[in-house]
């Protein structure tokens, strides 16, 4: 073979090298606007509403990672990269990537256990050590919720699988708590009528639940009163703020004073 022969099946070598990478490039563009396409297209697919609203983000989630992994292997294949040699190069890399990403591989399973046991599902509110939040999707490696004062915060599944979950809105009624503080120098009596008589006016109390209404302890300053009800889950902060207004304003209006905290302080000469 002399120079020339050499040269020209360099030349006819380099040529279709260019032409598979240029068709591979073009196939990975396409490929993954096809990909983003198809997401948003099942998102909104009204078959996968069927679905459990959890199950479909992870659902969604699987799908468009295994799509971009089989597209990437379709590439290499029209580069020129043999099968054979594909095969062994993806082993290692599965070998080393999963090595090297345990917190992913965590993080599946995490959402798998979630999806199974459903400690909470999309749309309840949860607590996870000082995080809050509605919940806004459970994809395969993240738990996106958003805060009330709509900030976005995303909590990896392996982590979130194994914290201590606060869920707010499981159950369908909720019961509010209040401290109610008076001076030593009030009636019990009164002072429980009073409040009785606040809570049986409330639209959100739930009536058929019971009412607690109870001298709780003798403070410093102050005898503080306990005060539990009852009212459906989305009421409950228009029923807390509620009555901590008007049983102040009933409490004033009927002269029972609520003490500041003072310090008496005895002088002899």
């Known amino acids: 073979m002399n120079i020339k022969q050499i040269i020209n099946n360099l030349s006819v070598g380099a040529t279709k090298l ?74 290692s890399c599965a070998v080393a990537i999963g090595l090297a990403l345990q917190g992913g591989l965590s993080n599946i ?60 809105t499981h159950c369908k009624t909720r019961r509010v708590d209040l401290k109610i503080s008076v001076s030593y120098n009030s009636d019990i009596s009164k002072v429980k009528k009073i409040i009785n008589d606040v809570i049986d006016g409330h639209q959100y109390v739930l009536k058929d639940e019971s009412v607690v209404v109870r001298l709780l302890e003798h403070s410093d300053n102050a005898l503080v009163f306990a005060v539990r009800v009852w009212c459906n889950r989305e009421d409950y902060w228009d029923l807390y703020f509620d009555l901590m207004e008007e049983i102040k304003e009933a409490l004033d209006k009927n002269k029972i004073e609520i003490p500041y905290q003072q310090v008496d302080v005895h002088m002899k000469k």
């Open 109 to 168: 399973a995490g959402g798998l256990m979630i999806l199974l046991f459903k400690p909470f599902v999309v749309g309840d509110y949860i607590l996870v050590d000082s995080l809050e939040g509605r919940v806004k999707s459970i994809t395969m490696f993240y738990t996106t919720i958003v805060s009330v004062d709509n900030k976005t915060i995303q909590l990896p599944n392996g982590n979130l699988s194994n914290s201590n979950i606060v869920n707010f």
């Open 18 to 91: 260019l032409i598979d990478i240029l068709i591979a490039i073009i196939v990975l563009v396409v490929g993954f606007r096809i990909i983003k396409w198809l997401e948003n297209k099942m998102k909104k697919e009204n078959r996968l509403s069927k679905l459990d609203p959890n199950a479909k983000g992870f659902v969604v989630s699987f799908i468009v990672v295994t799509l971009k992994i089989l597209l990437i292997i379709m590439v290499l294949m029209i580069v020129g990269v043999p099968m054979a040699s594909l095969v062994t190069i993806i082993g």
